[in-house]
């Protein structure tokens, strides 16, 4: 495998992980569904970052960017995050979605979106463990309400998140699928003004931590 000045995404000529364009067709209705539950447990998702993963990979970031593949990098990240959150006492309330960007801009390519429960009072010294772990000091905030922290380059970007994140986390949930040969709505897709993040991405696209999935919500007899 190549480092991150090759070319990460091939080995042998080959996807080294299945790639796909669009978010499963349930995709968004998991995530908003997981962030409801986790307001029922009292750890609501609240608080957003998004890393523009393929940028800092160009540019020679180290840590989990250097690692060669991006979805390799992700695990190792979001395994990072969860260990800091962990040592705190915090429960491990999480959704992410892998998206892409098109054109020319500088951050084009490969971005990652995870929402996750922390408390106000940790979102400083998160920052500054970001900037650790991507190599990006913090610059100056945006000055929109909802700006906790960014980097100097907009390489990563830490804020407050109202609403159900699943909604934009899902965004790029296929508006159709196929049915016996013909296009229809997918209805499994929430009706959102919400768009973009399709793209090629290789490896899975969305996750959602355990103690808000499925198994935890039917443990609760949660609907």
């Given at each position: 495998m190549k480092r991150a000045s090759g070319h990460p995404d091939y080995l042998v000529g080959q996807y080294r992980y299945t790639p796909s364009t669009y978010l499963p067709l349930d995709a968004q209705s998991k995530m908003m569904t997981a962030v409801r539950f986790a307001s029922h447990v009292q750890t609501p998702i609240n608080t957003l970052?998004?890393?523009?993963?393929?940028?800092?990979?160009?540019?020679?970031?180290?840590?989990?960017?250097?690692?060669?593949?991006?979805?390799?990098?992700?695990?190792?990240?979001?395994?990072?995050?969860?260990?800091?959150?962990?040592?705190?006492?915090?429960?491990?309330?999480?959704?992410?979605?892998?998206?892409?960007?098109?054109?020319?801009?500088?951050?084009?390519?490969?971005?990652?979106?995870?929402?996750?429960?922390?408390?106000?009072?940790?979102?400083?010294?998160?920052?500054?463990?970001?900037?650790?772990?991507?190599?990006?000091?913090?610059?100056?905030?945006?000055?929109?309400?909802?700006?906790?922290?960014?980097?100097?380059t907009g390489a990563w970007y830490l804020n407050r998140r109202k609403g159900n994140a699943g909604e934009y986390l899902g965004k790029a949930t296929p508006k159709t699928r196929r049915r016996y040969g013909r296009t229809v709505p997918n209805q499994l897709r929430q009706p959102s003004d919400f768009r973009g993040g399709e793209g090629p991405i290789q490896g899975k696209r969305f996750g959602i931590s355990k103690t808000i999935g499925k198994t935890a919500q039917e443990r609760q007899g949660w609907q």
């Open positions: 970052l998004t890393i523009n993963a393929a940028h800092l990979q160009r540019i020679g970031s180290d840590s989990v960017f250097d690692i060669g593949h991006l979805w390799d990098g992700h695990r190792a990240f979001i395994e990072l995050l969860r260990k800091w959150l962990v040592h705190r006492g915090i429960t491990w309330a999480c959704i992410w979605s892998r998206e892409y960007t098109g054109g020319k801009n500088e951050h084009h390519g490969e971005h990652w979106h995870i929402a996750f429960h922390l408390q106000q009072h940790h979102w400083a010294d998160l920052a500054s463990q970001i900037a650790v772990w991507t190599g990006e000091a913090i610059g100056e905030p945006d000055g929109t309400a909802k700006c906790i922290a960014k980097s100097v």
